[in-house]
């Protein structure tokens, strides 16, 4: 039986002292080959990390597509990242047909540091919670999206209004 319920107002479910604009990020996880990956080894002058639960699931597909096609493609400078904690290669199959080489996919799974540094993760099932967010080159957080209730997509106009700020 579930402890708890992912949905209502996500930051009544999320820690309080979560990450926050202005904090830097620093995390390992999984590639979809299972190989480490370390943040703090790109250098890519801007990154988004778009946070989702579980990618079988409707919305995190969608969003994934999403930001896939669409920050790719006008903001190629962008380093753009999808983490879940599902497993590498449940990553890998849901997104195999439309998934940019340039796409960075990664499991929290394993390491489990994105979601415990972050504190953005429903510690009732170890999910992480739906986010976007705009690291600068010293990865610090310049952006940030909690998206409530869970079950919805994220504001994207709002993140790529952002981006325009950025890239001129």
Known sequence: MAKGTMSGDVATLIASNHLKVGDTLTFKADT???????????????KVISSIPSIDTSVCLLQTKQFNETILNKYPAVQLITISRDLPFALQRACESFVNPEHILLSDTNYREFGHKTKLYFEFNNLLARSVMVLDQNNQVIYLQIVSPVSSEPNYQDTYH?????IK
């Open 162 to 166: 952002f981006l325009d700020t950025l």
């Open 32 to 46: 979809v080959k299972w190989e480490d990956f370390e943040l703090t080894n790109l250098k890519k002058e801007y």
